[in-house]
C-alpha cells in the first residue's frame, strides 16, 4: 500500500523554525517528484513546494521562497520541509503528495497525499 | 497565477439523485498535447485530499464509475450520476498547466 506519514507539526512561536517529515512507503520513492501542499483555516489549498526525484528541479510558491527549503532523502525515502521566519500566516494544515512523473515542472496531478500535520504559528 | 473558482459553494443532495459541480479557470488549460491539466478531488470529513478525476476526464484507480468529468479549456464539470452518503465531502478542483493552483471547494452534503 502506497502510503505517506507527515510528522513534525506543533505549536510554534512567529520568527521561529519548524521542520516538517513525509516517510513514504509502498512505492519506489526515488521514481518520482514530491510536493508540499497546505490547507489553512477558511483558505484555498496552496501549493506550497515541489521536488524533483532526484532534487534537480526545485521550486517554491511566492508566499514562502526565502523562508522554506525543501529537501529529500531517497535512502531514506523521506521528505522534509525546513520553514524559517516562520509568520501567523503559515498556519495550516501541511500536506506532502506524490507527483506523476520524476521532475515537479512535469507533474499532472498529486496522488496519494498524507493525512496532515498542523501547524501553528502563535504566540 | 491561473485562478479557479467553483460553483455552486455548497451543494445539498438527494441520494440516489445526481449532483454536478462547475469549476472555471481564469486561463485556458488545453496544453497542445490535446489534455486538459485539470484535476478534481474529494475531501471526505477529517481525510486528506484524494484524486478523483485527472486529466479533465480520467478517473483515478479505484473511483466509482458514477464520478465524470468533463469540459475544456476554461469551463469543467464533475458529476455524479447517482450520489451516495459516502460520497458527502468537499470537492475541489486544481490545475496543474502553470505551477499548481487549487479552487476554494464546493461542499457537498445530504438534505
Known amino acids: 500500500e502506497v502510503q505517506l506519514v507527515e510528522s513534525g507539526g506543533g505549536l510554534v512561536q512567529p520568527g521561529r523554525s519548524l521542520t516538517l517529515s513525509c516517510a513514504a512507503s509502498g512505492f519506489t520513492f526515488n521514481d518520482y517528484a514530491m510536493h508540499w501542499v497546505r490547507q489553512a483555516p477558511g483558505k484555498d489549498l496552496e501549493w506550497v513546494s515541489g521536488i524533483s526525484w532526484n532534487s534537480g528541479n526545485i521550486g517554491y510558491a511566492d508566499s514562502v521562497k526565502g523562508r522554506f527549503t525543501i529537501s529529500r532523502d531517497n535512502a531514506g525515502n523521506s521528505l522534509f520541509l525546513q520553514m524559517n521566519s516562520l509568520k501567523t500566516e503559515d498556519t495550516a494544515f501541511y500536506y506532502c503528495?506524490?507527483?506523476?512523473?520524476?521532475?515537479?515542472?512535469?507533474?499532472?496531478?498529486?496522488?496519494?497525499w498524507g493525512q496532515g500535520t498542523l501547524v501553528t504559528v502563535s504566540s | 497565477d491561473i485562478v479557479m473558482t467553483q460553483s455552486p459553494l455548497s451543494l445539498p443532495v438527494t441520494p440516489g439523485e445526481p449532483a454536478s459541480i462547475s469549476c472555471r479557470s481564469s486561463q485556458s488549460l488545453l496544453h497542445n498535447n490535446g489534455y486538459n491539466y485539470l484535476n478534481w478531488y474529494l475531501q471526505k470529513p477529517g481525510q486528506s485530499p484524494q484524486l478523483l478525476i485527472y486529466?479533465?476526464?480520467t478517473r483515478a484507480s479505484g473511483v466509482p464509475d458514477r464520478f465524470s468529468g468533463s469540459g475544456s479549456g476554461t469551463d469543467f464539470t464533475l458529476k455524479i450520476s447517482r450520489v451516495e452518503a459516502e460520497d458527502v465531502g468537499v470537492y475541489f478542483c486544481m490545475q496543474a498547466l502553470q505551477s499548481f493552483t487549487f479552487g476554494p471547494g464546493t461542499k457537498v452534503e445530504i438534505k
Open positions: 486529466l479533465g476526464f
Open positions: 503528495a506524490r507527483g506523476d512523473a520524476g521532475s515537479y515542472l512535469g507533474d499532472n496531478w498529486f496522488d496519494p
